[in-house]
């Protein structure tokens, strides 16, 4: 009994870590001292989205910032992207579309849409959005205010991802569960040091002269997972960042199918964590410990003791809480075994993908 106490105890330390730490992550809002209106240019790469065009400008369209330009990159799309924007941007004031250019060797597709984008942008703000994002009309007032009364280069956030199907359900909110238990965000917010970072490539919030001074998205041509790099950068050069909680605000369709999920978070899982053997090996023995085992000692549970229920029960908590403060729906914790498991398994997959050599596939494009 003695271990199963030192069980009960690692996960109830784990929920109250997740209380303690949610608390420095703070929320989007507006202030009484609030800077004139800056023009901020809203810069939008889009390839092969033509089912998230209409949606997309009509939530840009509703937007209560008066101070706005937006730009858009067709890059090379295959299907109708371009000739949905030509029409649907006629609804915006202040808006554009440009060509993307034949993708460079060295460069990830997107990095280099959004380098092409910023070097026609005029803002002295620079909003980086998927086209699969979706704001609330006041997200810029409340986002600007906020990276302004922190003085920050960046701001940056998880969205609320409204999932569709199994696959996307049991993975994509994960993404919250990796900060609000593995990120401290104390240091993410209110310290330099580049190691505590931590950014949504859906919604990146800049300051342009500090865009600019780090090197912009050049800086991280080859980069796959380019958000968290970029948040890195900022730091290094001397700037702060804001990791918000923007899920009242931010919204983001991830991915559309199972097949989607699977491609996009293979590519992001290994390098995301550095290509680190030892992190990776660390990442499912935690995840197999902490969230998959609980369910195999509810056999105890039922033919020994209650206690072996805890460990669960807890497991599930905290998904919960996590879930809460995602803006998710709150019974999906309860799959949380689940989703260590297919978290497990798109890690091994990634990591697979870097020994067989065979690169990282996303939008028809190979990256190695």
Known sequence: MSTLYIYIGIHACLLIWVFINQHYMPGLQSFNTIKQKDLVSVLIPLRNEERNVSGLIQSLKALSYSNLEF?????????????????EIKQLPHAK??????????????????????????????????????????????SLHTLQHRTAGLLSGFPKFPV??????LAVPMQHVFIYLHLPLMLANNSKLPQASAAHGSFMFFNSAIYHAIGGHQAVKSSL????HLARLVKQKGFSTCLANVTNYVSCNMYQSNKDVWAGFSKN???????SWLLAAFVIFFYSFIFVLPVGLLWFAFSSHWLYSIPFALSVITKGAID???AQKAWIAILMPLSALVIIAILLRSMSLTVLKSGYSWKGRTYS
């Not at 569709?164 to 359900?169: E, I, R």
């Not at 899982?269 to 290509?275: R, S, V």
Request: hydrophobic fraction near 45%; proline fraction near 4%.
């Open 71 to 87: 730009i858009f990159l067709d890059d090379q799309s295959t299907d109708h992207t371009k000739a949905l924007l030509e029409q």
């Open 97 to 142: 579309i440009l060509d993307g250019s034949a993708l460079p060797p060295s460069w990830v597709g997107k990095n280099f849409a959004c380098h092409q984008l910023s070097q026609h942008a005029k803002g002295t703000y620079l909003l980086f959005l998927d086209a699969d994002v979706r704001l609330a009309s006041t997200a810029i007032d409340v």
């Open 164 to 169: 569709k199907g199994l696959l996307a359900m």
């Open 225 to 228: 997972v380019e958000d968290v």
């Open 269 to 275: 899982a290994f390098p995301g964590i550095g290509k």
């Open 324 to 326: 809460y403060l995602a």
